[in-house]
């Protein structure tokens, strides 16, 4: 793609867009190359714009949240990436409702319905995630994930055709729902909470969040749960029990604190990371005979 492309851009957007942008600094990892063009939609108008355009001069399109599930090649990724955040992060509460942007971030939705006096959504608190990112991911914590408060979702196809898809339309598995491959953005989704006294839902977020602290590496960029946890089993345990706790590539790591992290030194590379990941996949198979799968997504091209 060329200047050219992103001058036409400029003219027809009102939000952010920003040429060879590194994706290091929309990733949790902070790894990532340069997206040739980003955009960050301010609106629905936007987005439409945008995918009618990447359609119209068959650019690919790549969608995002707040990157806190993403590892991106440090080649980048060719085309158009378009993050879905601060333009589409409303939030509105009707009672036991609440209706929110897909740009909007998981612990302010849930710090939200909190004050309202509406509780179900603690959970959400500490994921770094987008409810769009949160929706296809079907994030979850603390044996509760994102599917069993949602009422439905605003969606719009890379053609920019909006449509409405109710919760129990969507097929929602462990971390992951029939959104995954679809090519289509979430744009807002409905939960649904219940009453509950402001006081005990601000003490389980808080409680939620010092366990959060006291397991996980939050001081080291990280994307969370590297890999799924395999049925039955804990991955952390799987992988501390192959012997790769604190296994080094580069400046990536396996976590001492949480084996099913991996955390950024200071200087690695997507490749760094994925040569540890596949290390780690080989120690534990060879030791329990079992593969572990990854949770975080892959985007753009990696030497293999
Ligand atoms: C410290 C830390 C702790 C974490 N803890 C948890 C946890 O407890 N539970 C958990 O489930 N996860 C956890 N995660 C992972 C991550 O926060 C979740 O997966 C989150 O839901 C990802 O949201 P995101 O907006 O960052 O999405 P991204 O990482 O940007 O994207 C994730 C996927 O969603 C797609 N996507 C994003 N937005 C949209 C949209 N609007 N429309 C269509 N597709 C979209 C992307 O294409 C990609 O495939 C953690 C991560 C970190 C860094």
């Known amino acids: 793609m060329t200047e050219t492309i992103f001058n036409d851009l400029e003219q027809v957007l009102s939000g952010q867009l920003k040429y060879n942008e590194p994706m290091s600094r929309h990733t949790s990892w902070r790894v990532g190359g340069p997206a040739e063009v980003l955009v960050e939609p301010s609106g629905m108008v936007d987005i439409k714009t945008a995918c009618e355009y990447a359609r119209d001069k068959k650019i690919p399109l790549t969608v995002i949240g707040n990157g806190s599930n993403l590892l991106v090649s440090d080649y980048g990724i060719k085309g158009m ?25 998981l612990s302010r939705i849930a710090a939200a319905a909190g004050a309202a006096g ?4 603690e959970f959400m608190a500490g994921i770094p995630g987008t409810l769009g990112g949160a929706v296809v991911m079907n994030a979850g914590a603390y044996g509760k994930s994102i599917s069993q408060v949602l009422k439905r979702v605003s969606l719009i196809n890379q053609n920019g055709q909006v449509s409405c898809q109710e919760q129990e339309n969507i097929i929602f598995d462990y971390r992951s729902s029939s959104l995954q491959e ?3 953005i979430v744009t807002e989704g409905v939960l649904e909470g219940y009453l509950r006294d402001e006081k005990q839902i601000k003490d389980d977020m808080k409680d939620m969040g010092e366990k959060r602290r006291s397991s996980q590496p939050l001081n080291y960029p990280n994307a969370g749960s590297v890999f799924r946890n395999p049925p039955g089993y804990s991955a952390g345990k799987l992988i501390e029990e192959s012997g790769a706790k604190g296994l080094r590539v580069g400046d990536a790591q396996v976590s001492e604190k ?3 992290f991996i955390i950024n030194l200071g200087s690695a ?22 593969r572990l799968k990854k949770e975080i997504r892959v985007l753009g091209r990696f030497l293999r």
Request: hydrophobic fraction near 45%; proline fraction near 0%.
């Open 269 to 290: 590379t997507a490749e760094d990371i994925l040569q540890l990941i596949e290390r780690v996949q080989r120690m534990v198979e060879k030791r329990f005979g079992i």
């Open 182 to 184: 679809s090519g289509l």
């Open 118 to 121: 509406v509780g179900g959504l």
């Open 258 to 260: 949480h084996a099913n």
């Open 81 to 105: 990436v378009l993050k879905i955040g601060k333009g589409l992060s409303d939030i509105e509460i009707d009672n036991e409702t609440i209706m929110a942007g897909a740009g909007a971030k």
